[in-house]
């Protein structure tokens, strides 16, 4: 199965963020050369989360009705062609519409992939297969600035864009010839299930783990402008800045593995927990300091922060998701991913307006710490192969639902 999943998942990942990581330093300045100021192109970059937002719901009701793999490859081709139109826009209204609509992809995208995973990967190995799977997104993400870099060699801006159709194309071709694992009934023969009524149903599971999902998206999105922000504070060129991020996201990238074989062995709190201690803690610091050698050992720092966390949102979702009606929760879980990950940075944005960047700072690092709380405090207890005697229990268990679900007569 391993191979299997090498390439209708993780290969796939790979390409489309990739391709994604190489659009997303030069939306901005495709903007800004259409004549568009500072807060106008912040704006058009945002759309692209705006539009994951947007599309998360929809994506799962699609996953559902018409298969996992089916979604991946709508999503690719809606992406095609957002991408397309973002590289040939003559205004800047039509460069929005693609990125917002690049953005809508990537939800369908993403959450076909996790529902996948979700329904595959035995339940022991579910950990390690989600946070492979988000490792594999950063690196995607790290790699892809660095081949747009190459791109703007020998060609424009706008050929980013190409270079990132190219990529979601290949994802796509990948989905389409990979060997699929997974041996569900067709869409059209499961139940079908609301999705505003699997929000009443689990209203409360949302309003309460929901919130930590929430805090975590935060503070997760925050560590991306607060880095490059204070780092221009202290005056630096913007290539240390770079270099920088780098090391943060080199420490970020080295971790899901082990990150994902902890969650397994001990428990989703393991890793839950010291995540967001760890990331909210160097967040909270960074306004402390002032060389370049203490901004690198905080960023590096966060990077550890973020990168034990790999996975464990998606690892979340798959655990509390209902068997029915598992896509449309999972939509429903990345809507509080998503719009956490929104709010972080303008948290940071209107604190800072309001008094100071490094007010702004340490308000998401109180944040991160926030989290912990919340995520210790609702995180399911169970875990059916935390330990040695929890696995007993659950097949003590399971063998008198069999026997009870057999009948009187059964052996």
Do not use: K
Request: aromatic residues 4%.
């Amino acid at each position: 199965m391993t191979r299997s999943l090498l390439t209708s998942a993780y290969l796939p990942a790979l390409l489309y963020e990739t391709g994604l990581g190489a659009v997303t330093p030069v939306v901005a300045l495709v903007a800004a050369g259409m004549g568009a100021g500072l807060d106008q192109a912040a704006l058009v970059v945002a759309l692209v989360g705006v539009g994951q937002i947007l599309g998360d719901v929809p994506a799962g009701a699609l996953a559902a009705r018409v298969g996992d793999r089916r979604a991946m490859l709508v999503a690719a081709l809606v992406a095609c062609v957002a991408l397309a139109v973002s590289a040939l826009a003559p205004t800047l209204p039509v460069l929005a519409v693609g990125v917002l609509l690049t953005g809508a992809a990537s939800a369908v995208f993403h959450l076909a992939r996790q529902a996948y995973l979700t329904e595959v990967v035995p339940v022991v190995n579910r950990a390690r297969a989600l946070s492979t799977l988000g490792g594999v997104s950063r690196i995607g993400v790290f790699l892809g600035p660095f081949l747009g870099a190459a791109v703007l060699h020998v060609a424009d801006l706008r050929a980013v864009f190409w270079l990132a159709v190219g990529t979601t194309v290949a994802a796509a071709a990948v989905v389409g010839f990979a060997r699929d694992v997974d041996d569900r009934r067709p869409a059209r023969d499961r139940p079908r299930v609301s999705t505003a009524g699997l929000v009443r149903r689990h209203r409360r599971l949302l309003a309460t783990l929901g919130l930590a999902v929430v805090l975590v998206g935060a503070v997760r999105a925050t560590r991306g402008v607060v880095l490059p922000l204070w780092s221009e504070h202290l005056g630096f060129a913007p290539a240390t800045t770079s270099l920088v991020f780098g090391l943060s996201g080199a420490v970020d990238m080295l971790l899901f593995y082990p990150a994902g074989r902890v969650m397994d062995r001990r428990g989703r709190l393991w890793v839950a927990v010291p995540s967001m201690l760890v990331l909210g803690g160097a967040i909270a610091v960074l306004p402390l300091t002032s060389t370049l050698t203490g901004l690198s050992v905080v960023a590096m720092v966060m990077g550890l922060g973020n990168g034990i966390g790999s996975g464990i949102l998606m690892t979340l979702g798959a655990d509390v998701a209902p068997p029915d009606g598992r896509a449309q929760f999972l939509g429903v879980w990345r809507v509080f991913q998503d719009s956490g990950a929104a709010a972080g940075p303008l948290v940071v944005s209107a604190v800072a307006a309001a008094g100071s960047l490094a007010a702004g700072i340490v308000t998401m690092g109180a944040a991160g710490l926030l989290a912990a709380g919340a995520l210790a405090a609702f995180v399911p207890r169970w875990s059916e192969h935390a330990t040695a005697g929890t696995r007993a229990r659950a097949a003590a268990a399971r063998e008198v639902a069999a026997r009870a679900a057999a009948g009187p007569g059964a052996p």
